[in-house]
Protein backbone atom coordinates (compact mmCIF):
# COMPACT_ATOMS: atom_id res chain seq x y z
CA UNK A 1 0.00 0.00 0.00
CA UNK A 2 1.94 3.26 -1.23
CA UNK A 3 2.65 5.96 1.85
CA UNK A 4 2.44 10.14 1.35
CA UNK A 5 3.90 11.51 4.34
CA UNK A 6 2.68 15.30 3.93
CA UNK A 7 4.44 18.13 5.15
CA UNK A 8 3.48 21.71 5.56
CA UNK A 9 -0.29 22.09 5.84
CA UNK A 10 -2.30 21.49 9.38
CA UNK A 11 -5.98 20.79 9.08
CA UNK A 12 -6.05 23.34 12.59
CA UNK A 13 -5.82 26.93 12.77
CA UNK A 14 -5.00 28.04 9.20
CA UNK A 15 -7.62 26.95 6.42
CA UNK A 16 -5.67 27.47 3.31
CA UNK A 17 -3.74 24.25 4.25
CA UNK A 18 -6.52 22.65 5.68
CA UNK A 19 -8.57 23.33 2.29
CA UNK A 20 -5.03 22.06 0.33
CA UNK A 21 -4.78 19.01 2.81
CA UNK A 22 -8.36 18.42 2.21
CA UNK A 23 -8.10 18.40 -1.28
CA UNK A 24 -5.18 15.60 -1.32
CA UNK A 25 -7.55 13.19 0.42
CA UNK A 26 -10.25 13.90 -1.77
CA UNK A 27 -8.07 13.46 -4.73
CA UNK A 28 -4.94 11.07 -4.84
CA UNK A 29 -6.65 7.85 -3.88
CA UNK A 30 -8.35 8.11 -6.94
CA UNK A 31 -5.30 8.29 -8.74
CA UNK A 32 -3.43 6.24 -6.45
CA UNK A 33 -5.56 3.31 -5.54
CA UNK A 34 -5.10 2.37 -1.87
CA UNK A 35 -2.82 5.49 -1.40
CA UNK A 36 -1.98 6.03 3.20
CA UNK A 37 -1.63 9.35 4.20
CA UNK A 38 0.89 10.49 7.30
CA UNK A 39 0.44 13.40 8.18
CA UNK A 40 3.58 15.04 9.35
CA UNK A 41 2.02 18.20 11.89
CA UNK A 42 3.52 21.33 13.64
CA UNK A 43 0.07 21.31 15.35
CA UNK A 44 -0.74 17.31 16.27
CA UNK A 45 -3.34 17.46 19.20
CA UNK A 46 -5.54 19.94 17.39
CA UNK A 47 -5.17 18.56 13.97
CA UNK A 48 -5.96 15.31 15.52
CA UNK A 49 -9.27 16.62 16.95
CA UNK A 50 -9.80 18.78 13.98
CA UNK A 51 -9.55 15.71 11.62
CA UNK A 52 -11.80 13.76 14.08
CA UNK A 53 -14.32 17.12 13.98
CA UNK A 54 -14.57 16.65 10.40
CA UNK A 55 -15.29 12.74 10.19
CA UNK A 56 -11.35 12.18 8.65
CA UNK A 57 -9.36 9.22 9.96
CA UNK A 58 -5.84 9.81 9.04
CA UNK A 59 -2.39 8.99 10.95
CA UNK A 60 -0.75 12.19 12.73
CA UNK A 61 2.71 12.81 13.97
CA UNK A 62 4.46 15.24 15.56
CA UNK A 63 6.97 17.64 13.68
CA UNK A 64 6.67 20.58 16.34
CA UNK A 65 9.25 23.26 15.30
CA UNK A 66 11.37 23.28 18.65
CA UNK A 67 11.40 19.43 18.34
CA UNK A 68 12.29 19.64 15.00
CA UNK A 69 15.31 21.55 15.91
CA UNK A 70 16.48 20.28 18.39
CA UNK A 71 16.06 16.16 18.32
CA UNK A 72 14.98 15.48 14.66
CA UNK A 73 17.69 17.49 12.79
CA UNK A 74 20.25 16.28 14.69
CA UNK A 75 19.42 12.62 14.07
CA UNK A 76 18.61 13.69 10.57
CA UNK A 77 22.03 14.35 10.23
CA UNK A 78 23.74 11.72 11.63
CA UNK A 79 21.24 9.47 9.72
CA UNK A 80 22.22 10.68 6.61
CA UNK A 81 25.57 10.17 7.41
CA UNK A 82 25.18 6.63 8.28
CA UNK A 83 23.14 5.94 5.07
CA UNK A 84 25.79 7.68 3.09
CA UNK A 85 28.34 5.35 4.35
CA UNK A 86 25.84 2.20 3.80
CA UNK A 87 25.34 2.09 7.77
CA UNK A 88 22.75 0.92 9.59
CA UNK A 89 20.57 4.39 10.62
CA UNK A 90 17.14 3.50 11.49
CA UNK A 91 17.89 2.64 15.02
CA UNK A 92 18.08 6.22 15.08
CA UNK A 93 14.75 7.12 14.40
CA UNK A 94 13.21 6.70 17.16
CA UNK A 95 10.92 10.27 16.64
CA UNK A 96 7.97 8.84 15.03
CA UNK A 97 8.13 11.83 12.58
CA UNK A 98 11.50 10.46 11.42
CA UNK A 99 9.84 6.72 10.96
CA UNK A 100 7.08 8.01 9.23
CA UNK A 101 9.30 9.87 6.95
CA UNK A 102 11.66 7.60 6.26
CA UNK A 103 9.07 4.74 5.50
CA UNK A 104 7.09 6.63 3.60
CA UNK A 105 7.11 6.27 -0.82
CA UNK A 106 6.80 9.77 -1.11
CA UNK A 107 6.77 13.10 0.52
CA UNK A 108 4.46 15.74 0.02
CA UNK A 109 5.51 19.15 1.08
CA UNK A 110 2.05 21.67 0.81
CA UNK A 111 3.33 24.77 2.38
CA UNK A 112 1.67 27.36 0.51
CA UNK A 113 4.87 29.55 0.16
CA UNK A 114 8.25 29.27 0.51
CA UNK A 115 11.71 30.48 0.01
CA UNK A 116 10.25 33.93 0.09
CA UNK A 117 13.35 37.34 0.43
CA UNK A 118 11.62 39.54 3.41
CA UNK A 119 10.81 36.39 5.71
CA UNK A 120 13.02 36.32 8.74
CA UNK A 121 16.11 34.69 8.75
CA UNK A 122 14.19 31.75 11.25
CA UNK A 123 11.44 31.18 8.81
CA UNK A 124 13.95 30.61 5.79
CA UNK A 125 15.95 28.32 7.43
CA UNK A 126 12.90 25.98 8.30
CA UNK A 127 11.97 25.98 4.38
CA UNK A 128 14.84 24.33 3.75
CA UNK A 129 15.22 22.00 6.97
CA UNK A 130 11.46 20.91 6.80
CA UNK A 131 12.34 19.09 3.53
CA UNK A 132 16.00 18.56 3.99
CA UNK A 133 14.83 16.55 7.19
CA UNK A 134 13.07 13.56 4.75
CA UNK A 135 15.87 14.07 1.97
CA UNK A 136 18.53 12.83 4.29
CA UNK A 137 16.74 10.37 5.36
CA UNK A 138 16.80 9.04 1.42
CA UNK A 139 12.83 10.22 1.18
CA UNK A 140 12.05 11.16 -2.53
CA UNK A 141 10.27 15.08 -2.18
CA UNK A 142 7.53 16.84 -4.23
CA UNK A 143 7.43 20.34 -3.58
CA UNK A 144 3.19 20.61 -4.44
CA UNK A 145 2.39 23.73 -5.73
CA UNK A 146 3.01 26.68 -3.98
CA UNK A 147 4.15 30.30 -4.11
CA UNK A 148 8.54 30.99 -4.30
CA UNK A 149 11.00 33.71 -4.78
CA UNK A 150 11.72 36.11 -5.39
CA UNK A 151 15.63 35.32 -4.88
CA UNK A 152 17.54 38.78 -4.30
CA UNK A 153 18.80 38.28 -1.18
CA UNK A 154 22.02 36.06 -0.27
CA UNK A 155 20.52 33.87 2.46
CA UNK A 156 17.58 32.55 0.52
CA UNK A 157 19.08 32.52 -2.74
CA UNK A 158 21.82 30.34 -0.90
CA UNK A 159 19.35 28.20 0.77
CA UNK A 160 17.03 27.81 -2.26
CA UNK A 161 19.50 27.08 -4.53
CA UNK A 162 20.98 24.49 -1.93
CA UNK A 163 17.78 22.74 -1.82
CA UNK A 164 14.72 22.95 -4.40
CA UNK A 165 17.05 21.38 -7.58
CA UNK A 166 17.52 18.20 -4.98
CA UNK A 167 13.58 17.72 -5.27
CA UNK A 168 12.00 15.35 -7.09
CA UNK A 169 10.27 17.88 -8.30
CA UNK A 170 8.70 21.45 -7.92
CA UNK A 171 5.68 22.96 -8.70
CA UNK A 172 5.32 26.61 -9.15
CA UNK A 173 2.13 28.13 -8.52
CA UNK A 174 1.37 30.78 -10.75
CA UNK A 175 3.98 32.56 -13.51
CA UNK A 176 5.83 35.20 -11.18
CA UNK A 177 7.00 32.04 -9.37
CA UNK A 178 7.77 30.11 -12.13
CA UNK A 179 9.89 32.89 -13.85
CA UNK A 180 11.82 33.46 -10.03
CA UNK A 181 12.46 29.59 -10.20
CA UNK A 182 13.47 29.21 -13.67
CA UNK A 183 16.16 32.11 -13.03
CA UNK A 184 17.61 29.90 -10.22
CA UNK A 185 18.27 27.11 -13.47
CA UNK A 186 15.67 24.67 -11.87
CA UNK A 187 14.73 21.52 -14.81
CA UNK A 188 12.64 19.96 -12.05
CA UNK A 189 9.65 22.18 -12.37
CA UNK A 190 6.45 21.49 -13.23
CA UNK A 191 3.72 24.05 -12.99
CA UNK A 192 0.66 23.14 -10.94
CA UNK A 193 -2.19 25.77 -9.68
CA UNK A 194 -3.58 26.02 -6.27
CA UNK A 195 -4.38 22.54 -5.02
CA UNK A 196 -7.34 24.10 -2.66
CA UNK A 197 -9.35 24.45 -6.14
CA UNK A 198 -9.48 20.72 -5.94
CA UNK A 199 -11.39 20.92 -3.12
CA UNK A 200 -15.24 19.30 -2.70
CA UNK A 201 -17.56 20.53 -0.52
CA UNK A 202 -20.12 17.70 0.44
CA UNK A 203 -23.99 19.35 -0.73
CA UNK A 204 -24.80 18.72 2.97
CA UNK A 205 -22.59 21.20 3.88
CA UNK A 206 -23.55 23.66 1.74
CA UNK A 207 -27.12 22.88 2.66
CA UNK A 208 -26.52 23.96 6.31
CA UNK A 209 -24.45 26.70 5.71
CA UNK A 210 -27.43 27.84 3.66
CA UNK A 211 -30.00 27.43 6.50
CA UNK A 212 -27.99 28.76 8.93
CA UNK A 213 -27.48 32.32 7.03
CA UNK A 214 -30.50 32.20 5.10
CA UNK A 215 -32.26 35.64 7.69
CA UNK A 216 -29.14 37.20 6.56
CA UNK A 217 -30.23 38.03 3.29
CA UNK A 218 -27.48 38.94 0.35
CA UNK A 219 -24.13 39.61 1.81
CA UNK A 220 -20.54 40.75 1.11
CA UNK A 221 -17.90 37.76 3.28
CA UNK A 222 -15.27 39.97 4.74
CA UNK A 223 -12.59 37.78 5.80
CA UNK A 224 -9.35 40.02 7.58
CA UNK A 225 -5.81 38.51 8.22
CA UNK A 226 -3.74 38.90 11.29
CA UNK A 227 -0.51 38.65 8.71
CA UNK A 228 -1.72 41.39 6.88
CA UNK A 229 -2.75 43.58 9.82
CA UNK A 230 0.79 42.68 11.03
CA UNK A 231 2.71 44.16 8.33
CA UNK A 232 -0.19 47.08 8.21
CA UNK A 233 1.08 48.09 12.08
CA UNK A 234 4.85 47.88 10.64
CA UNK A 235 4.24 51.18 7.97
CA UNK A 236 1.50 52.65 11.31
CA UNK A 237 -1.40 51.91 9.57
CA UNK A 238 -4.74 50.83 11.29
CA UNK A 239 -5.80 47.68 9.46
CA UNK A 240 -8.40 46.98 11.71
CA UNK A 241 -10.07 50.53 11.81
CA UNK A 242 -9.84 49.98 8.17
CA UNK A 243 -12.05 46.71 8.05
CA UNK A 244 -14.74 48.40 10.74
CA UNK A 245 -14.90 51.59 8.39
CA UNK A 246 -15.56 49.79 5.41
CA UNK A 247 -17.94 47.65 7.02
CA UNK A 248 -20.19 50.79 8.19
CA UNK A 249 -19.45 52.08 4.31
CA UNK A 250 -21.04 48.99 3.29
CA UNK A 251 -23.99 49.34 5.38
CA UNK A 252 -24.96 53.05 4.67
CA UNK A 253 -24.71 51.34 1.41
CA UNK A 254 -27.57 48.77 2.18
CA UNK A 255 -25.08 45.96 2.66
CA UNK A 256 -24.81 43.32 5.31
CA UNK A 257 -21.31 41.73 5.74
CA UNK A 258 -20.95 38.50 7.25
CA UNK A 259 -16.84 38.20 8.68
CA UNK A 260 -15.81 34.80 8.86
CA UNK A 261 -11.56 33.69 9.83
CA UNK A 262 -9.99 31.73 7.84
CA UNK A 263 -7.49 30.95 9.92
CA UNK A 264 -8.44 30.55 13.84
CA UNK A 265 -7.49 28.88 16.84
CA UNK A 266 -10.47 29.35 19.79
CA UNK A 267 -8.91 30.63 23.05
CA UNK A 268 -6.05 31.78 21.77
CA UNK A 269 -4.47 34.92 21.29
CA UNK A 270 -4.00 37.03 17.82
CA UNK A 271 -0.99 35.62 15.96
CA UNK A 272 -0.33 34.72 11.97
CA UNK A 273 -2.51 31.81 12.15
CA UNK A 274 -5.39 32.92 14.25
CA UNK A 275 -7.54 35.79 12.92
CA UNK A 276 -10.53 35.44 15.21
CA UNK A 277 -8.76 38.03 17.85
CA UNK A 278 -8.71 40.46 14.91
CA UNK A 279 -12.66 39.54 13.88
CA UNK A 280 -13.79 40.21 17.96
CA UNK A 281 -11.76 43.67 17.56
CA UNK A 282 -13.24 44.47 14.25
CA UNK A 283 -16.94 43.67 15.01
CA UNK A 284 -16.12 45.83 18.41
CA UNK A 285 -15.51 48.98 16.52
CA UNK A 286 -18.13 48.85 14.06
CA UNK A 287 -20.90 51.24 14.34
CA UNK A 288 -23.86 49.58 12.64
CA UNK A 289 -23.32 46.53 14.06
CA UNK A 290 -27.30 45.15 13.05
CA UNK A 291 -25.16 44.66 9.53
CA UNK A 292 -22.77 42.79 10.51
CA UNK A 293 -22.96 39.26 11.46
CA UNK A 294 -19.80 37.88 13.06
CA UNK A 295 -19.10 33.86 12.46
CA UNK A 296 -16.85 33.92 15.99
CA UNK A 297 -15.99 30.15 15.62
CA UNK A 298 -13.29 27.48 14.35
CA UNK A 299 -15.28 26.59 10.99
CA UNK A 300 -14.02 23.62 8.48
CA UNK A 301 -12.78 24.09 5.21
CA UNK A 302 -15.54 23.01 3.73
CA UNK A 303 -17.86 25.10 5.64
CA UNK A 304 -15.95 28.04 4.71
CA UNK A 305 -16.21 27.49 0.91
CA UNK A 306 -19.85 27.06 1.61
CA UNK A 307 -20.00 30.70 3.50
CA UNK A 308 -17.85 31.99 1.04
CA UNK A 309 -19.81 30.73 -1.65
CA UNK A 310 -23.25 32.39 -0.59
CA UNK A 311 -21.72 35.82 -0.73
CA UNK A 312 -22.11 38.62 -3.70
CA UNK A 313 -18.61 39.63 -3.11
CA UNK A 314 -15.15 38.53 -1.08
CA UNK A 315 -12.97 41.18 0.64
CA UNK A 316 -9.96 39.45 2.28
CA UNK A 317 -6.42 39.55 2.87
CA UNK A 318 -6.48 35.66 3.05
CA UNK A 319 -5.31 33.86 0.11
CA UNK A 320 -7.28 30.82 0.65
CA UNK A 321 -10.35 32.69 1.30
CA UNK A 322 -9.63 34.57 -2.16
CA UNK A 323 -9.32 30.76 -3.71
CA UNK A 324 -12.56 29.87 -2.18
CA UNK A 325 -14.14 32.93 -3.85
CA UNK A 326 -12.50 32.15 -7.32
CA UNK A 327 -13.54 28.39 -7.12
CA UNK A 328 -17.31 29.32 -6.15
CA UNK A 329 -17.51 31.99 -8.88
CA UNK A 330 -17.70 34.66 -6.24
CA UNK A 331 -15.90 38.45 -7.47
CA UNK A 332 -13.29 39.15 -4.71
CA UNK A 333 -11.47 42.11 -3.33
CA UNK A 334 -7.96 41.42 -2.02
CA UNK A 335 -5.75 43.45 0.50
CA UNK A 336 -2.20 41.37 0.21
CA UNK A 337 1.56 41.66 0.59
CA UNK A 338 3.16 39.33 -1.58
CA UNK A 339 2.84 38.35 -5.29
CA UNK A 340 1.06 34.99 -4.91
CA UNK A 341 -2.06 36.89 -4.95
CA UNK A 342 -2.47 38.50 -8.40
CA UNK A 343 -0.54 35.25 -10.24
CA UNK A 344 -3.39 33.65 -8.96
CA UNK A 345 -5.72 36.30 -10.19
CA UNK A 346 -3.94 36.65 -13.36
CA UNK A 347 -5.60 33.59 -15.70
CA UNK A 348 -8.70 35.63 -14.51
CA UNK A 349 -8.19 38.61 -15.71
CA UNK A 350 -8.56 40.07 -12.40
CA UNK A 351 -4.86 40.84 -11.53
CA UNK A 352 -6.29 44.52 -10.78
CA UNK A 353 -8.46 43.26 -7.97
CA UNK A 354 -5.03 42.89 -5.58
CA UNK A 355 -4.38 45.74 -3.30
CA UNK A 356 -1.03 45.72 -1.74
CA UNK A 357 -1.46 46.86 1.99
CA UNK A 358 0.73 49.45 1.30
CA UNK A 359 -1.88 51.20 -0.51
CA UNK A 360 -4.21 51.21 2.21
CA UNK A 361 -3.80 55.32 3.12
CA UNK A 362 -7.82 55.18 3.77
CA UNK A 363 -10.82 52.82 3.24
CA UNK A 364 -11.98 54.69 0.32
CA UNK A 365 -9.52 52.46 -2.47
CA UNK A 366 -11.09 49.31 -0.60
CA UNK A 367 -14.73 50.55 -0.76
CA UNK A 368 -14.68 51.76 -4.36
CA UNK A 369 -13.15 48.49 -5.92
CA UNK A 370 -16.45 46.59 -3.47
CA UNK A 371 -18.71 48.61 -4.57
CA UNK A 372 -17.72 47.99 -8.32
CA UNK A 373 -17.98 44.18 -8.01
CA UNK A 374 -20.97 44.57 -6.53
CA UNK A 375 -21.96 46.30 -9.71
CA UNK A 376 -20.15 43.94 -11.44
CA UNK A 377 -20.73 40.56 -9.89
CA UNK A 378 -22.69 39.01 -12.59
CA UNK A 379 -20.23 40.07 -15.35
CA UNK A 380 -17.33 39.46 -13.36
CA UNK A 381 -18.66 36.03 -12.46
CA UNK A 382 -19.44 34.78 -16.06
CA UNK A 383 -15.89 35.46 -16.46
CA UNK A 384 -14.58 33.47 -13.83
CA UNK A 385 -16.98 30.90 -15.09
CA UNK A 386 -14.86 31.17 -18.01
CA UNK A 387 -11.49 30.61 -16.84
CA UNK A 388 -12.31 28.38 -14.24
CA UNK A 389 -12.14 24.74 -15.42
CA UNK A 390 -8.75 25.40 -16.81
CA UNK A 391 -7.09 26.29 -13.59
CA UNK A 392 -9.22 23.29 -11.75
CA UNK A 393 -7.22 21.29 -14.41
CA UNK A 394 -4.29 22.53 -13.33
CA UNK A 395 -5.03 22.03 -9.51
CA UNK A 396 -4.44 18.36 -10.43
CA UNK A 397 -1.26 18.83 -11.85
CA UNK A 398 -0.24 17.99 -8.34
CA UNK A 399 -1.57 15.10 -7.82
CA UNK A 400 -0.53 13.64 -11.03
CA UNK A 401 2.76 14.12 -10.32
CA UNK A 402 2.45 12.64 -6.85
CA UNK A 403 1.30 9.89 -8.78
CA UNK A 404 4.14 9.81 -11.35
CA UNK A 405 6.60 9.76 -8.45
CA UNK A 406 5.29 7.22 -6.33
CA UNK A 407 4.79 5.01 -9.65
CA UNK A 408 8.79 5.16 -10.11
Not at 361 to 368: P, W, Y
Request: with cysteine; glycine share 6%.
Amino acid sequence: MPTVATLGAAFSANKGAAAMMQSLLDDLPGRVPGARVVVVSTHPADDRMAYERAGIDVAVVSQQPVEMALVQVPLALVAGLLRVLHLPFRWLLRPPALRALSDADLVADLSGISFVDGRRFVVLVYNALVVWVPMLLGARVVKCSQAMGPFATPVNSGLARLTLPRLARVCPRGAVTEAHLRGLGLTNLTPAADMAFAMQVPEAVRTGIGARLAEVGPYVAVSPSQVVATYCEGEGIDYAGLVAELVDRLAQEGHRVVMLAHSAQQDRGANHMNDLPLCRAVAGRVTRPDHLLLLDEDLLPTQLRAVIAGAEVLVTSRFHAMIAALAERVPPVVVGWSHKYAEVLEPFHLASAAISYEELTSVDVVLERTLAALRDRQSVAVAIGKALPAVQAQALVSFEVLAEELAR
